[in-house]
């Protein structure tokens, strides 16, 4: 996700997901708002927010709820510094405007390179750890994220190609 | 190889296939032709003085005890050879070996590579042959294969099914050889790429230049028909918009410009909510809401003029849309609002730019 912030370090604003076009205007990919901030072009040229002053990268998809928190960059961060001299990371925090809970972008990687471990080359499922585009995190009030729950429905019966060719 | 041609010892002629001379043993031993001391009526091999003089003299078969001899006298690349006889009335007798033709009377043959070299048919006895009935096998030297007679036909084919399970590897099939007649129509195939039909599948998706993709749902409509355009995302995100509460400020405009989709010829279209709330729970307003008071207000219908119609009072009002700053796309949303709320507004935008595109 890539989020913009004010003067007094507020996400404004966030990017879930912008495609990336060729000369001839053919969609060829998703833009990958972190390795852009990695190769030091500055993202706050990808989406232009007037009142914006910074942008960054982050693990997480937020929507909306991350407009409740502030960032926390990192101070050794500079765009001038080659890739390899500087943070690997410019917001290294989210911390929630009412409630100071803090949302460390350290303990969401290391949350990840766990769970890549421990799937030993398969697949990591990280949905839940960080959500997606099309499906944000759910937060509390203190911008905890909280379990959406499980979906109450009964089950109907409905139509299949199996049981319209006689076969349940 | 298995032998069972009863063909006994007849003698035949045919191209690349010899006839057999029986008992080619070389000259009879003959008592007359030489000097051997003999006693009656029998001789006493313990008195016969073996040398060079007697090579070739004795015939084995008449005075060397049967059985009697073992792997000593041979040469240690010399070993004697057992044919094992298939047919019942076969004695499995060895008839000839001329460097180039080895033929058992059993059936069981070799061809050699004597004759004009071709085609291995031509080497092939001519069928039907009553001396190679159906069943008959030959082991054929020209090209290295065995043949059998199967139904009056010469055949190398081999049946598949005595194959040993999984023993044929990727390297035994040749490159392009297997096409889609031997797939299962279930099969699933990896990578498959098929270059005429422009059709290819590979790990970054599917691309179907000249085709159509058809999609029919669990009733059998058709959902995605190749044909109808669709609306692509191709930005996605959120954004605010603050009417600060200063007394002064009645309408604003905030906006974010997306240069980062490259240029636009024509303003692309868009889906946007606004809620003034900032949860999951809040109303999302489609493009446009305005809040109004439920109560009515008056007004004159001359300046001066006393009350005389109602009205709606609106409180505030916004809009949002999609405009081009020279060829870069904005989302813009546009706010109205009174000014006696006593605090600051906020409307809380999520957007969605959108393309009309082909699947």
Known sequence: MLIRWNADGDVIATS???????ENGNVIGFIDFAEVEAEGIPLIELVVTPRAVGAGAWPEWLAHQAQDFRVEVDPDFSMHKPRGQRPDHRVRALVHKVSGYRRDRVTVENEIKRRIKEAKGKP????????????????????????????????????TRENENGRQ | VAAHNNRGSRQRHQKGFYPQSRGSHGARFDPTAV???????????????????????????????DGSLGLSPFADSVRPVVISTGGSDSDGELLQEDGYELQQETGWTILGESGTPGDPGDLLPTL??????????????????????????????????????????????????????????SAVIALVSNEGGTTVINPAGLTVTDGAITVENAIGTVIIDGSTLIFRILYNGTFTSVIPDDGTTFNQSEYESLPGLGTFAATPAHLTYLATGNTGADNQHLSYFHNYNASERWLSSTSGGATNQSVVYVWDQHQAFTRLSGSTCQVAVNSAIHQASGSSYTVYVRTYVLEQSAL
């Not at chain 2, 040993?164 to 490159?175: D, K």
């Open chain 1, 16 to 22: 879930d997901v912008m495609v990336q076009r060729d």
């Open chain 1, 124 to 159: 990591a499922d990280i949905r839940d750890l960080v959500g997606g585009p099309t499906k944000p995190l759910l937060l509390d009030a203190e911008g905890r994220a909280i379990e959406r729950g499980r979906v109450r429905v009964r089950t109907f019966p409905h139509v």
């Open chain 2, 35 to 65: 000097d051997f001391p003999l006693y009656g009526s029998q001789m006493d091999m313990e008195a016969v003085q073996v040398g060079p003089d007697t090579i070739g003299q004795i015939p084995g078969d008449e005075y060397i005890e």
């Open chain 2, 128 to 185: 039907p042959d009553d001396d190679y009935p159906d069943g008959a096998t030959l082991f054929n030297l020209t090209d290295n294969k065995i043949y059998r007679n199967v139904a009056g036909v010469w055949t190398r084919a081999l049946d598949g099914a005595d194959l040993i399970a999984e023993s044929v590897t990727a390297s035994a099939i040749s490159a392009g050889a297997i096409g889609t007649v031997e797939l299962s129509a």
